[in-house]
């Protein structure tokens, strides 16, 4: 397993882990505060998911595009004519 799929499943645990806590807390109590953090700890842990997949599948592209150049050049059929 890469260190990228190590990451975000981390990640993924972390969102269901706080979306429980989230649930819990509204469920089971009357402390609005505690559950704004919990919210606010929810949002947080979302956008670091988002913005690593993003950076994750732009790297991937990228590795991609490199792999299907040098495989022209290795061919001989680079598109520079």
Known sequence: MTLQHRSDD???LRVRSLQRQ???ARAGSKEGPQVTA???LLADANKARDRYQA????????GLRLQAALEQI???????K
Request: charged share 40%.
């Open 10 to 12: 981390r990640l993924k």
């Open 22 to 24: 989230l649930d819990e």
């Open 38 to 40: 919990w919210e606010s």
């Open 74 to 80: 290795r061919s001989g059929t680079s598109g520079d």
């Open 55 to 62: 950076e994750y599948l732009e790297a991937y592209r990228n």
